[in-house]
Every structure is written in C-alpha cells, then in structure tokens.
C-alpha cells in the first residue's frame, strides 16, 4: 500500500508540474522547488514506481530532474533494481571486461540434426558452435562473454524501439537499460519457408497475433522453416520462446520436430518435440495461441542467431499448426 501511495503522489505531481501553463513562472518554481532539497537518492528511489514513459516525461520538466536522468548512475540504479544480480552485474560491468585469449586447436564435432543439410547457413552455424562452444571447450578457452563498449554503440539496434540518431550523447547505461527491456522477437512469416503457397504452408493474417501475420501449415511432407533475427544480438543468455497454435481439432505432425536456435558465436539449442507432445498442447489450449519454453542459447559475442524448424525424415502429410513468432528472453 505504501508503495502505490508513493507511485500516486509523484504521479500527481508529474501532472501538475506538466499541466502548468507558464513554466518559467517564479510562482510555479518556488512551489516545486522543495522536492531538490531531497536528497538523489530519495528521488531515484521515487522514481523506481514510475514507469519508462513517466520518466522521460520527467526528465523534460526542468534541468534539475534532466541532470538526474540522464546520468550513468541514474540507470544503473534502475537495472540493478529491476533485473537479477546475475543480469544487472554482467551488463553494468563484466560484459565489457576484455578476456584472457587463449588459442586451443579445437576438434570438428558434427551438428547433432537429426535433418540435416550440410551446405546450409544454419548448420554451418551449428558445426561451429558445436566445435568452439561445447562445455569442455568453453572451459579449456577461459571463454567469457565479451563485447567492448565501442563495438556495442556501434552494432546496438533494438526489435521494439527506435534506435536513437545521437546515441553517443545519451547515457551508456541507458542504452543498456532500454536494451535489456526490449522485446527480441522475429515473426516466422519473415523466414524462408519452403512450400510458402495457398495450399501448403500458407501466411494469413491474424488479429491475436503478436506480429499480425502467420504462417499456417495446412499439409506438407516436408516441413522446413529457417530464417535468422533482424538485428545480431548482444552476449548473454537467452530462453528461447516460440509462439504457435492448433488450428483445428485435428493435429497429425508425424516424427519428431526440431526446433533449432544457433548463435553464430555462442552455445546452440535443439529441442524435438513429437507428434503426442503437440497433440497435448493443442488438447490443453484449443486453438489459441501459446509459448512454448524451450530451453536457452548462450552468446558469447556479438552474434547473428539463426533458427529453424525441420521435419522431413518421413513421407506423412503434416497438418494443423500455426506459428506466429520466435522470442529472445533475457535470463540469470
């Protein structure tokens, strides 16, 4: 109760000092100015309750609160408060501390597809991650997650905001925060999918859909899906979240299913799932929509990531699923 009190009473007081008519009025100044006398750390505890729009509208008000905002400091709070030590620790410090080289000559290990083509992007990608990022290699490396700050400012780009035009006049760590908040998330409809017609594997809107257009399987054979996220994504370690549904009361996917994530730099991620599997999901959901968690990927620099959905082993039409998009959540 005493912390919706406090988010109610600054929000109040947000509206009235933005609502004012006459800003530069010294009646106005000489109401507001009490609250500077707060000590920095009171303030950015209050603003802890409010959310990212609040506080740029904040920051807008008057120099005092545009001081407090925009400073490395401010946002560190912020993410230290709102994200697990493991997370908050790596992005504020560790991620940009330059690791040991160390140089292994390092054994080709093979993929682990069970569909496998050899010439393709995915499972060259795959090969390699297989090779440099398997745990006995990993270890034998000192291997760590690294990215240097330049190299971070230079290749940052976000799935669900603008990428600012003068991003080295804004706050390291608020480009951090804003990074570590966005939604990493790529449709299937923008992925190679072999088959895409009006009768096999078919792209139809969809109000429900996170990204407005779904790719639907009617019948196929041979069922592949492979694509790679927009923009190349930052080192860390992210659950992997596909978004699907039944579209009928009738669901035959015959064999195991893979589905397959893989950082160009970093630890893969091959989850199968079966015929039964996808019979209960869609048993248990109908034909809304649901996430499947299917495990995570670690990316230890700056990586293209590429996925994959394959089913090809067998001559069995497959039919009633939908997909909608692939998800990157950041975990400890």
């Given at each position: 109760?005493?912390?919706?009190?406090?988010?109610?009473?600054?929000?109040?007081?947000?509206?009235?000092?933005?609502?004012?008519n006459d800003q530069s009025s010294t009646d106005n100044v000489s109401k507001?100015?009490?609250?500077?006398?707060?000590?920095?750390?009171?303030?950015?505890?209050?603003?802890?309750?409010?959310?990212?729009?609040?506080?740029?509208?904040?920051?807008?008000?008057?120099?005092?609160?545009?001081?407090?905002?925009?400073d490395d400091n401010f946002w560190i709070h912020r993410i230290h408060c709102?994200?697990?030590?493991?997370?908050?620790?790596?992005?504020?410090?560790?991620?940009?501390?330059?690791?040991?080289?160390?140089?292994?000559?390092?054994?080709?290990?093979?993929?682990?597809?069970?569909?496998?083509?050899?010439?393709?992007e995915l499972d060259l990608a795959a090969i390699n991650s297989a090779t440099?990022?398997?745990?006995?290699?990993?270890?034998?490396?000192?291997?760590?997650?690294?990215?240097?700050?330049?190299?971070?400012?230079?290749?940052?780009?976000?799935?669900?905001?603008?990428?600012?035009?003068?991003?080295?006049?804004?706050?390291?760590?608020?480009?951090?925060?804003?990074?570590?908040?966005?939604?990493?998330?790529?449709?299937?409809?923008?992925?190679?999918?072999?088959?895409?017609?009006?009768?096999?594997?078919?792209?139809?809107?969809?109000?429900?859909?996170?990204?407005?257009?779904?790719?639907?399987?009617?019948?196929?054979?041979?069922?592949?899906?492979?694509?790679?996220?927009?923009?190349?994504?930052?080192?860390?370690?992210?659950?992997?979240?596909?978004?699907?549904?039944?579209?009928?009361?009738?669901?035959?996917?015959?064999?195991?299913?893979?589905?397959?994530?893989?950082?160009?730099?970093?630890?893969?991620?091959?989850?199968?799932?079966?015929?039964?599997?996808?019979?209960?999901?869609?048993?248990?959901?109908?034909?809304?929509?649901?996430?499947?968690?299917?495990?995570?990927?670690?990316?230890?620099?700056?990586?293209?990531?590429?996925?994959?959905?394959?089913?090809?082993?067998?001559?069995?039409?497959?039919?009633?699923?939908?997909?909608?998009?692939?998800?990157?959540?950041?975990?400890?």
């Amino acid at each position: 109760m005493a912390k919706k009190n406090i988010r109610n009473a600054f929000q109040s007081f947000m509206h009235w000092i933005s609502s004012s008519n006459d800003q530069s009025s010294t009646d106005n100044v000489s109401k507001v100015c009490w609250i500077f006398h707060l000590p920095s750390e009171l303030l950015q505890t209050i603003t802890e309750y409010l959310n990212v729009r609040d506080i740029i509208s904040l920051s807008k008000t008057c120099r005092s609160f545009y001081t407090l905002i925009n400073d490395d400091n401010f946002w560190i709070h912020r993410i230290h408060c709102q994200f697990p030590q493991s997370i908050s620790k790596l992005y504020t410090l560790d991620l940009f501390q330059e690791p040991e080289n160390i140089l292994t000559q390092d054994e080709v290990r093979p993929s682990g597809f069970d569909h496998n083509r050899g010439d393709h992007e995915l499972d060259l990608a795959a090969i390699n991650s297989a090779t440099h990022y398997n745990d006995e290699t990993i270890e034998k490396r000192h291997a760590k997650m690294y990215i240097s700050k330049e190299n971070f400012l230079t290749n940052l780009q976000y799935f669900q905001y603008k990428k600012p035009k003068n991003i080295l006049e804004i706050p390291f760590m608020k480009l951090i925060y804003f990074y570590l908040i966005d939604r990493k998330r790529t449709s299937v409809v923008n992925m190679y999918v072999i088959h895409r017609n009006d009768r096999y594997l078919v792209e139809y809107n969809d109000k429900d859909s996170l990204i407005g257009r779904i790719i639907r399987l009617n019948q196929v054979c041979w069922l592949e899906i492979s694509g790679r996220f927009e923009y190349d994504i930052m080192p860390g370690k992210y659950e992997v979240i596909w978004r699907m549904k039944g579209h009928s009361n009738h669901v035959n996917i015959w064999g195991e299913t893979e589905f397959i994530i893989v950082p160009l730099h970093g630890k893969m991620l091959i989850h199968k799932i079966s015929e039964n599997d996808f019979q209960n999901y869609t048993l248990e959901h109908g034909t809304h929509w649901f996430s499947i968690n299917m495990g995570h990927i670690i990316i230890y620099e700056l990586s293209t990531v590429f996925m994959g959905i394959r089913n090809w082993n067998n001559g069995n039409w497959k039919t009633g699923i939908s997909w909608d998009c692939i998800e990157l959540k950041l975990i400890p």
